[in-house]
């Protein structure tokens, strides 16, 4: 790898890991929102708790090289290129560090042609950390050739993690 290279890999590494690291933020919740209550959220529809229980389980049932952590807010559009009007809830974990490609996001799609837009955002995305982690970090590249992603009715799972069986058993 030329010095040019490891520059930009390295200044590309710096800023996301202060975009991880900003403090306060959005927390765009919709309970937060006034459009209904926590009680009615709950009772709305089984497969919101199965989206973020599937994120739960994904996080600790499966061995990750690094800690993952929650992404709220505006950086689900910014780093995951998934726009809040797509989806009806989510729960997304990504590498802390930025060492590593592992990801988990599981959303809860509007519709169906929401559910399409929002698993070509995340091959957007497997691609885009293809093209950095091939470069940045080869040892951790072959995690990105083959993750897992499914759409289940108007949910769309990622996983992109060492174990892809597992995942695949969780997911479903």
């Known amino acids: 790898m030329n010095f040019k290279r490891l520059i930009c890999t390295v200044l590309a590494v710096m800023t996301v890991a202060c975009a991880f690291s900003?403090?306060?933020?959005?927390n765009d919740?919709?309970?937060?929102?006034?459009?209904?209550?926590?009680?009615?959220?709950?009772?709305?529809?089984?497969?919101?708790?199965?989206?973020?229980?599937?994120?739960?389980?994904?996080?600790?049932?499966i061995s990750f090289d690094d800690e993952l952590i929650?992404?709220?807010?505006?950086?689900?559009?910014?780093?995951?290129?998934?726009?809040?009007?797509k989806y009806t809830s989510c729960k997304i974990y990504i590498s802390s560090s930025g060492?590593?490609?592992?990801?988990?996001?599981c959303f809860e799609a509007a519709d169906e042609t929401a559910a399409a837009d929002i698993k070509s955002a995340l091959e957007s995305r497997i691609e885009a950390q293809?093209?950095?982690f091939t470069d940045y970090n080869p040892e951790q590249a072959p995690k990105l050739d083959s993750p897992v992603?499914?759409?289940?009715?108007?949910?769309v799972y990622l996983c992109i993690s060492?174990?892809?069986?597992k995942a695949e058993e969780i997911i479903g």
């Open 130 to 132: 293809k093209n950095t």
């Open 22 to 26: 900003s403090c306060g933020g959005d």
């Open 99 to 105: 060492a590593t490609p592992e990801e988990i996001a």
């Open 162 to 165: 060492g174990d892809n069986a």
């Open 70 to 85: 929650e992404l709220e807010g505006e950086k689900i559009q910014k780093i995951m290129g998934v726009s809040e009007d």
């Open 29 to 61: 919740s919709k309970a937060e929102s006034g459009n209904t209550s926590v009680a009615e959220q709950a009772d709305a529809n089984t497969e919101t708790a199965d989206v973020a229980a599937t994120a739960d389980k994904l996080k600790s049932d």
């Open 149 to 155: 992603l499914k759409v289940n009715g108007n949910c």
